[in-house]
């Protein structure tokens, strides 16, 4: 992954304290972390905090994840 994807902080995203919570849980601690997670993997986790890390994402950094892991 991108290095600079690799060190820059989850708190980047801007996110509501559940989602954020939600991640640190799962040891996503940088957006690098969470691109090797899929949409799926996320809305498994939390339904409405993956929604809110996949917009936010797209939002803020133009980045997509996989929707599933057959992709």
Known sequence: MN????RRPIEDLQL?????????RTQIQTIG???NYT???LKI????????VIQAL???LGL?????DLQ
């Open 3 to 6: 290095d600079a994807l690799d």
């Open 39 to 41: 949409e799926e993997d």
């Open 16 to 24: 509501s304290m559940k989602a954020l919570g939600s991640l640190k």
């Open 58 to 60: 797209q939002q803020r």
């Open 64 to 68: 997509t994840l996989p929707e599933n």
């Open 45 to 52: 986790l939390d339904p409405q905090s993956g929604e809110e």
């Open 33 to 35: 972390d969470l691109m």
